[in-house]
Nanobody, 130 residues
């Protein structure tokens, strides 16, 4: 059974940092494109926003404009894990963060479109507040 489990969320002050982790089980992440999404409090699933993604090869990444220069996605295939390093956090970054994975035939494809992913974790909550 395919599963993704996120961790690393918590309460942080504005300007602080967090690193989220997402561990895969039941499949090898090296064969999948991966993404991080977030859903702000009170928002519906359809409003889940893509914030960072990486191609299967690891050679291509993309970021939402709101997080460029502050967030960094990375992967460790040996650990079957994807990370999201979040720096200079802002109150508007408060959300539940989800990782997602999807097999892409083209190893260079990467996308921030929610509907392009079919395997999701349960999420980890991030609160940015003083």
């Amino acid at each position: 059974q395919l599963a993704l489990v996120e961790s690393g969320g918590g309460l942080v002050q504005p300007g602080g940092s967090l690193r989220l982790s997402c561990v895969a089980s039941g499949f090898s992440l090296r064969n999948y494109a991966v993404g991080w999404f977030r859903q702000a409090p009170g928002k519906a699933v359809r409003e889940r926003e893509g914030v960072a993604c990486m191609s299967r090869s690891g050679g291509n990444t993309d970021y939402a404009n709101s997080v460029k220069g502050r967030f960094t996605i990375s992967r460790d295939n040996a650990r079957n894990t994807v990370y999201l390093q979040m720096d200079n956090l802002r109150p508007e970054d408060t959300a539940t963060y989800y990782c997602a994975a999807d097999f892409k035939g083209d190893p260079e494809i990467t996308t921030l479109v929610r509907q392009e992913y079919d395997t999701w974790g349960q999420g980890t909550q991030v609160f940015v507040s003083s």
